[in-house]
């Protein structure tokens, strides 16, 4: 069983920036690869980002790319997402989400392929 816990959510102006951290415990995290979502006023949960177990190779939505940066410390079992230029529909609740399968080559994209979720962090952008 793994518990993730997200950080660093808030309310920031457009154009501004936010770092989230997701914190894992429970398991070794280094072998899986992790993911962010959010779930904005009543959309439904969409991908954003995700990193695989080494941090070699990274996705990420077309609404963020260019924008927005993931990024992982092993030794610190957390993950990052470096949120920059925000936009007022960049608001909502932010997951971190964990993989389990260990050392695949394959990064999941999609709700149903993870595994392990945290409760969600808000950020808010106003305009």
């Known amino acids: 069983q793994v518990q993730l816990v997200e950080s660093g959510g808030g309310l920031v102006q457009a154009g501004g920036s936010l770092r989230l951290s997701c914190e894992a415990s429970g398991r070794s995290f280094r072998p899986y690869a992790m993911g962010w979502f959010r779930q904005g006023p009543g959309k439904e949960r969409e991908f954003v980002t995700a990193?695989?177990?080494?941090?070699?190779?990274?996705y990420y939505g077309d609404s963020v790319k260019g924008r927005f940066t993931i990024s992982r410390d092993n030794a610190k079992n957390t993950v990052y997402l470096q949120m920059n230029s925000l936009k007022p529909e960049d608001t909502g609740v932010y997951y971190c989400?964990?993989?389990?399968?260990?050392?695949?080559?394959?990064?999941?994209?999609?709700?149903?392929?993870?595994?392990?979720w945290g409760q969600g962090t808000q950020v808010t952008v106003s305009s």
């Open positions: 990193i695989n177990w080494s941090g070699g190779s990274t």
């Open positions: 989400a964990a993989d389990s399968r260990p050392y695949s080559v394959h990064v999941p994209t999609t709700l149903r392929e993870y595994d392990y």
